[in-house]
């Protein structure tokens, strides 16, 4: 259950004229749509920042397209400013496609060294039976030029070089080459490479000891760069995924179709502009309801109108919906204060239930609310509100008015009162306490939890220090302590001394009031005395009264006037302590209520 209410989000949509009428329907069965006219049909993204923006993410696209992302099927919701929402993608293209730049150059390079070194592998099965050490072949020296060559099967070696080969060895997909000749030969041997696209074979200086020594030592790189180049391949084909990135091409591709026909055809009357609020937790919905509807359409979900006035979504649970008249008789809790509806459903019935504590007459109120309440919605609230009397009648055992059908499972109320009337004077406390912490939370939330803490905090203190000095007197310091609070809190806030005499006479009476609206909470002790001492006169007078069916018409006289009394003065009451004693203490009413589109039945 969540404290805040939900605060709604403007939508825009462009829909062909012709399917307005169904996209409104469409729409109005997601039941999280309320429809506004919007202040501003003029305004009009900056349409050249967000051409540019998308023609750049075109070409860059283009560029990746082989890696690049597929898009959602069907058009997307844009939140926010258009052109803000097409330079996002394109900052988040630029990211992705700088990291699928790096690691394809990368690959590249550790393929490179993972095909020489299968070619160094090939070499040194090659060369070895035909008795060519690779350790010593390459030693340096001042009088010869020595060079190693791999050429594919089938390429004929230039004759003039014939005197300078020294060996030839045969490999599973090359010939390799060895040449020892004089230093002045070099030139010749480089043509060689060029002339029979033979390929020059270096040996790495790690690649030395016997020839068993130097087959362990590739197949451990030819392994190290195996795993570093699946690696590289599993992080590529993870950007080739990238929900971001599908993301912001389906963005792209939906304000590219609205700058082609939204932005340019309102005006010839092509598009209809429909817009307003809506609840819906996922902004995809909108969209994803007309997309399966067959109508193509486009949601934007731009700031709202500077002057518009964000509806809230109260508590709408089937166990609170019968309260929240209670709170719309008070007002529509704003964005940044505290949702009460679902206190309500425990607060309502546990008042009313202890001020009418009857179990015959709870049932019948509940009975009566379950029989008619969906010809009068209204009367639901006495559902739970009669289940409550009828526990609290078992609690104080009355039945109907009679205290001797069951016992209590507490006391009598006439038989000791004042027991009576304290509990609900402890439950008020809490209440109290309860909506001041609630006035904090909803400070909180609009920034001011710091004037919050020095000057409500310090009433706070206050209170409690006044209600704990009752059972433990050195409490009382904390109400010299919650003074010494708002009286420094006023001058650190107004800056100004001249601010006290008024911020003492406020201090005064906002006590005075707390004190007074937690005194009232002893009128539901009262009101359940009062029932006993009806349903003891009532008794009284059936009792003065011989003949049973006498007797029986004042018990039924007397229940229904108890009944409709009682159940009328006890709502009354229940609904009064509710908004003057609970709601002043965090309620602004600075809200407008979300109220749903509805298709006619």
């Known amino acids: 259950m969540a404290l805040r209410p939900a605060q709604a989000r403007w939508f825009e949509t462009y829909v062909p004229r012709d399917q307005t009428v169904r996209a409104t329907e469409v729409l109005a069965d997601t039941g999280v749509v309320q429809l506004e006219l919007a202040p501003r049909l003029d ?26 992302p597929a898009g959602v099927a069907h058009p997307t919701a844009l939140i926010g400013d258009s052109a803000h929402i097409a330079n996002l993608a394109l900052h988040r293209l630029r990211v992705w496609s700088a990291q699928v730049d790096y690691l394809r150059e990368h690959l590249a ?32 020296t001042r009088f010869l030029c020595k060079c190693l060559f791999a050429c594919p099967h089938g390429r004929e070696i230039a004759p003039e070089l014939g005197g300078v080969v020294e060996r030839v060895a045969h490999g599973p997909q090359h010939v390799f080459l060895y040449f020892v000749g004089a230093p ?37 790189q030819l392994a190290l760069k195996t795993h570093e180049i699946a690696g590289l391949d599993t992080r590529l084909r993870t950007l080739r995924k990238d929900a971001g990135v599908a993301e912001a091409r389906a963005n792209v591709d939906t304000l590219s179709w609205y700058l082609e026909h939204a932005a340019h055809t309102l005006g010839e009357h092509k598009l209809c502009h429909v817009t307003g609020w809506t609840t ?23 700031d709202p109108p500077a002057d518009a006035v964000v509806p809230v979504a109260l508590l709408n649970a089937w166990w609170a919906r019968p309260f929240q008249p209670l709170l719309r008789m008070w007002g529509t809790p704003g964005g940044s204060e505290v949702d009460p509806s679902g206190l309500l459903a425990v607060v309502v019935p546990l008042l009313f239930g202890y001020m009418f504590p009857d179990v015959g007459h709870g049932l019948m109120l509940a009975l009566f609310a379950a ?25 104080f055992g009355d039945v109907f008015g009679r205290d001797d059908l069951i016992p209590a499972l507490w006391l009598k109320p006439l038989d000791n009162p004042l027991a009576v009337l304290a509990a609900p004077l402890l439950f008020g406390v809490g209440l109290m306490l309860l909506g001041m912490l609630f006035s904090g939370v909803a400070a909180g939330w609009r920034g001011e939890l710091r004037t919050w803490l020095w000057l409500d905090g310090a009433l706070l203190l206050l209170y409690a220090g006044a209600l704990l000095g009752l059972f433990v007197p050195a409490a009382f310091w904390l109400m010299a302590l919650g003074f010494i609070q708002y009286l420094v809190g006023t001058l650190v806030i107004e800056r100004d001394p001249r601010a006290l005499p008024g911020a003492i006479g406020q201090l005064l009476l906002s006590s005075f009031e707390l004190a007074m609206n937690t005194l009232s909470f002893i009128r539901v002790g009262a009101f359940a005395l009062g029932h006993a001492a009806l349903s003891l006169a009532v008794m009284t007078l059936a009792s003065g009264v011989e003949h049973p069916l006498a007797v029986a018409l004042v018990l039924l006289l007397g229940n229904l006037f108890s009944l409709v009394l009682e159940g009328l003065v006890v709502y009354v009451q229940t609904t009064r302590l509710v908004l003057f004693e609970f709601f002043t203490r965090f309620l602004r009413e600075e809200g407008q209520l979300f109220r749903p589109l509805r298709r006619p039945l």
């Open 43 to 68: 305004e009009t993204p900056h349409m050249e920042r967000l051409r540019f923006f998308l023609d750049h993410f075109t070409a860059l696209a283009l560029e990746h397209e082989e890696d690049l």
């Open 109 to 140: 390079q550790l393929r490179a060294e993972h095909d020489h070194l299968v070619l160094l592998a090939e070499c040194l099965e090659a060369l070895h039976p035909a008795g060519i050490d690779l350790d010593g072949v390459f030693r340096e």
């Open 184 to 220: 002045e030969q070099r030139a010749q041997v480089s043509r060689l490479v060029i002339e029979t696209e033979c390929e020059q074979v270096g040996i790495p200086a790690w690649l030395s000891g016997d020839h068993e020594q130097q087959k362990h030592l590739l197949l451990a």
């Open 280 to 302: 819906c937790a996922d902004p995809q919905r909108l969209q994803q309801a007309l997309h399966e509807a067959e109508i193509k359409a486009l949601v934007r979900f731009p």
């Open 371 to 395: 029989l008619f309440w969906k010809r009068w919605p209204q009367i639901r609230f006495l559902i739970p509100c009669g289940i409550s009397a009828m526990a609290f009648g078992l609690v």
